[in-house]
């Protein structure tokens, strides 16, 4: 046989090896690298008793590693922001268990990436072969389907083919457009905007904020401790637990990708008050943790939004992810990105019920993203309005 794969699931990244791991992942972004997963798995945000079980697939083509599968086996839909509790309710309504599912995806990280780390260009063949073994995994371990999360296009399409149904949804994503400073960024705004975020930012500093970026060997020890209490105070208050991602997590992060880290902290007199963790390479920043120990107006739009568009700018970045949800992003040059997702079900009644909510689903995502870039601050010419 011409393609000759065989394939192995394996219960820790360890077991693949970060040289194996990273000959698959070598073009990946770093929310893909072994020292990123590795991190989740080695400080327990995952495993044991967390709801997320590593079950990641390995393929071989003629014995030789040419893709790796990050999955995991799931008994709860949290942690994912591709939202299924609907899906869940309805398994439940009829007596099925909709719990444990397969995932494939980056944990705790809505971001969109390669879910198929492969030395391969053309994965038709791969995804063909995947899918197949992973319906044969869904039947062996009474498993209810399998979900791509946050996958790229060319890849949801292949999935498509192999009757993985593709869903959308949408995120707010910043461009840089070849900006030389914020000011241009800000020029290409609509005066009424420009001159509101001018506002939020002179109200940070009006209020005694100092604001400072640190990257790489910057980012001391004690910085990331601060930044974790930020992080767990914040998730505490909002959503009752202490956070996904626990302190080792963090700790390990700053001793294995450094260079891969955007550390932005906020002082008053001194004293730290709160703190935005982003992770970035040579293509994208990626902004997804957030805590502050004190409520302090505008601060969140300026650490998570305004110093990320200024470190892309200064970095030559071309996209700026700072995490899913908020329509508050769009007012401030945040552009409506599509995101893609694909689902089996084992069971084909609820397949095809599924297939059918995607259906009617469809429709109303593609209008929500119509209406929300007609939000869009942009100048429509640059003669339109002159600036303030």
Same mark, same amino acid.
């Given at each position: 046989?011409?393609? /000759?794969?065989?394939?192995?699931?394996? *219960?820790?990244?360890? $077991?693949?090896?970060?040289?194996?791991?990273?000959?698959? /992942?070598?073009? /990946?972004s770093?929310?893909?690298?072994?020292?990123?997963? *590795?991190?989740?798995?080695?400080?327990?945000?995952?495993?044991?008793?967390?709801?997320?079980?590593?079950?990641?697939?390995?393929?071989?083509?003629?014995?030789?590693?040419?893709?790796?599968?990050?999955?995991?086996?799931?008994?709860?839909?949290?942690?994912?922001?591709?939202?299924?509790? #609907?899906?869940?309710?309805?398994?439940?309504?009829?007596?099925?268990?909709?719990?444990? @599912?397969?995932?494939?995806?980056?944990?705790?990280?809505?971001?969109?990436?390669?879910?198929?780390?492969?030395?391969?260009? &053309?994965?038709s063949?791969?995804?063909?072969?995947?899918?197949?073994?992973?319906?044969? @995994?869904?039947?062996?371990?009474?498993?209810?389907?399998? *979900?791509?999360?946050?996958?790229?296009?060319?890849?949801?399409?292949?999935?498509?083919?192999?009757?993985?149904?593709?869903?959308?949804?949408?995120?707010?994503?910043?461009?840089?457009?070849?900006?030389?400073?914020?000011?241009?960024?800000?020029?290409?705004?609509?005066?009424? @905007?420009?001159?509101?975020?001018?506002?939020?930012?002179?109200?940070?500093?009006?209020?005694?904020?100092?604001?400072?970026?640190? *990257?790489?060997?910057?980012?001391? #020890? &004690?910085?990331?401790?601060?930044?974790?209490?930020?992080?767990?105070?914040?998730?505490?208050?909002?959503?009752?637990?202490?956070?996904?991602?626990?302190?080792?997590?963090?700790? $390990?992060?700053?001793?294995?990708?450094?260079?891969?880290?955007?550390?932005?902290? /906020?002082?008053? &007199?001194?004293?730290?008050?709160?703190?935005?963790?982003?992770?970035?390479? $040579?293509?994208?920043?990626?902004?997804?943790?957030?805590?502050?120990?004190e409520?302090? &107006?505008?601060?969140?739009?300026?650490?998570?939004?305004?110093?990320?568009?200024?470190?892309?700018i200064?970095q030559?970045?071309?996209?700026?992810?700072?995490?899913?949800?908020?329509?508050?992003?769009?007012?401030?040059?945040?552009?409506?990105?599509?995101?893609?997702?694909?689902?089996?079900?084992?069971?084909?009644?609820?397949?095809?019920?599924?297939?059918?909510?995607?259906?009617?689903?469809?429709?109303?995502?593609?209008?929500?993203?119509?209406?929300?870039d007609k939000?869009?601050?942009?100048?429509?010419?640059?003669?339109?309005?002159?600036d303030?």
């Amino acid at each position: 046989m011409k393609d /000759a794969y065989s394939h192995q699931f394996v *219960h820790s990244i360890e $077991q693949i090896g970060r040289d194996t791991w990273q000959a698959c /992942a070598a073009f /990946a972004s770093p929310l893909c690298q072994y020292s990123f997963l *590795h991190a989740i798995e080695a400080s327990g945000s995952v495993g044991a008793n967390t709801g997320w079980s590593p079950s990641h697939l390995i393929i071989f083509q003629h014995k030789r590693p040419v893709a790796i599968l990050p999955l995991y086996k799931k008994t709860h839909s949290y942690g994912e922001y591709v939202f299924d509790f #609907a899906w869940a309710n309805t398994y439940r309504q009829y007596g099925l268990n909709y719990y444990p @599912k397969l995932i494939c995806a980056i944990p705790f990280t809505p971001v969109t990436g390669p879910r198929i780390l492969s030395v391969r260009q &053309d994965l038709s063949a791969i995804v063909a072969y995947a899918c197949k073994i992973l319906d044969e @995994k869904l039947i062996a371990e009474g498993l209810s389907s399998m *979900h791509w999360l946050f996958v790229d296009n060319p890849l949801s399409e292949l999935l498509q083919a192999q009757q993985q149904l593709m869903r959308l949804s949408v995120q707010f994503q910043w461009y840089n457009r070849n900006y030389t400073s914020f000011d241009e960024f800000l020029l290409g705004l609509n005066a009424r @905007k420009r001159k509101s975020i001018r506002a939020e930012r002179r109200k940070v500093d009006n209020q005694g904020i100092v604001i400072k970026r640190m *990257h790489g060997a910057a980012i001391m #020890a &004690d910085d990331m401790d601060f930044f974790y209490q930020c992080y767990q105070q914040t998730y505490l208050k909002r959503s009752g637990h202490q956070g996904y991602l626990n302190q080792a997590f963090f700790t $390990q992060l700053l001793s294995s990708m450094s260079d891969n880290l955007l550390l932005v902290l /906020a002082y008053r &007199d001194n004293c730290p008050l709160a703190g935005a963790l982003f992770l970035y390479d $040579q293509h994208q920043l990626n902004g997804r943790y957030w805590g502050a120990i004190e409520d302090i &107006d505008q601060l969140h739009f300026e650490c998570c939004y305004y110093q990320g568009i200024e470190f892309c700018i200064e970095q030559n970045i071309s996209c700026f992810n700072p995490g899913t949800q908020g329509e508050h992003k769009i007012l401030r040059g945040f552009e409506p990105t599509y995101c893609y997702s694909n689902h089996h079900l084992k069971e084909l009644a609820f397949h095809d019920a599924v297939s059918r909510f995607i259906d009617s689903e469809t429709p109303e995502i593609q209008a929500y993203k119509q209406d929300a870039d007609k939000l869009l601050p942009f100048r429509k010419s640059s003669g339109e309005e002159s600036d303030d």
